[in-house]
């Protein structure tokens, strides 16, 4: 893995100021697939691409036009120095703060306030927060803050599936995801449907099997992928 530039963005609103890493390069050896897309990748990290302003709570875009020119410095680090610590360099684009803290991740509520603000500007900014939300109640239901039985009733989560297959729905590759959106949401049926043309895939047939066995099961869970 190896480091790119750490960029600073400023709250359209009241102008505070926020920072976010970014790679120049990394990979996913070692990564852990899961069966709703999440991928954990501990040589590639991923950086909030949306925040809630600590100051005044606007939600905005980490992108080119929040983003403050010149305040952080590129520091590029070598693969193996384990004793790398990137180097914030301060300059006046800091506005009135002495430190920036990096911006931080959209939790559960704050995502779906903001898909109520339509905040979303296009298709890829709307799957980028659905997926979130689904991966922020799956996240929930792995770390015991959210039981199985109260999620299987909250009208929230299966809205936000159906959106995502609403989303999905011309992605002529997408039979997988769409057949485990519909476990997720416990409709058995409809998944065992999806999955019936890739159980004898070369590719992807261990997975679609796997699948159907938690589908057949009544099995809603999400599950780790052997990815081939």
């Given at each position: 893995?190896?480091?790119?530039?750490?960029?600073?963005?400023?709250?359209?609103?009241?102008?505070?100021?926020?920072?976010?890493?970014?790679?120049?390069?990394?990979?996913t050896f070692g990564a852990t697939h899961y069966s709703d897309m999440r991928v954990d990748a501990p040589m590639m990290p991923s950086y909030p691409r949306i925040t809630k302003c600590?100051?005044?709570?606007?939600?905005?875009?980490?992108?080119?036009?929040?983003?403050?020119?010149?305040?952080?410095?590129?520091?590029?680090?070598?693969?193996?120095?384990?004793?790398?610590?990137?180097?914030?360099?301060?300059?006046?684009?800091?506005?009135?703060?002495?430190?920036?803290?990096?911006?931080?991740?959209?939790?559960?509520?704050?995502?779906?306030?903001?898909?109520?603000?339509?905040?979303?500007?296009?298709?890829?900014?709307?799957?980028?927060?659905?997926?979130?939300?689904?991966?922020?109640?799956?996240?929930?239901?792995?770390?015991?803050?959210?039981?199985?039985?109260?999620?299987?009733?909250?009208?929230?989560?299966?809205?936000?599936?159906?959106?995502?297959?609403?989303?999905?729905?011309?992605?002529?590759?997408?039979?997988?995801?769409?057949?485990?959106?519909?476990?997720?949401?416990?409709?058995?049926?409809?998944?065992?449907?999806?999955?019936?043309?890739?159980?004898?895939?070369?590719?992807?047939?261990?997975?679609?099997?796997?699948?159907?066995?938690?589908?057949?099961?009544?099995?809603?869970?999400?599950?780790?992928?052997?990815?081939?």
């Amino acid at each position: 893995m190896m480091p790119g530039p750490t960029y600073v963005y400023a709250c359209p609103d009241c102008q505070y100021r926020v920072t976010k890493r970014s790679l120049a390069s990394g990979n996913t050896f070692g990564a852990t697939h899961y069966s709703d897309m999440r991928v954990d990748a501990p040589m590639m990290p991923s950086y909030p691409r949306i925040t809630k302003c600590e100051r005044c709570e606007c939600t905005f875009w980490l992108d080119e036009t929040t983003q403050v020119e010149g305040a952080i410095m590129p520091q590029i680090a070598h693969f193996y120095d384990d004793d790398f610590t990137p180097s914030e360099v301060k300059n006046p684009a800091f506005g009135d703060q002495l430190e920036l803290d990096p911006a931080k991740e959209l939790d559960r509520e704050d995502i779906k306030d903001a898909l109520f603000m339509n905040v979303q500007r296009d298709d890829d900014d709307e799957r980028y927060l659905r997926y979130r939300l689904l991966w922020a109640y799956h996240k929930q239901l792995e770390d015991g803050t959210l039981t199985r039985e109260v999620l299987n009733e909250d009208l929230d989560y299966l809205e936000n599936i159906d959106a995502i297959l609403n989303l999905i729905k011309e992605d002529e590759n997408g039979h997988l995801f769409r057949a485990e959106l519909n476990r997720f949401a416990g409709r058995f049926e409809r998944s065992l449907e999806l999955l019936e043309p890739t159980l004898n895939d070369p590719l992807w047939g261990v997975i679609s099997k796997k699948m159907k066995e938690l589908s057949e099961a009544g099995n809603r869970e999400v599950f780790v992928l052997d990815v081939p």
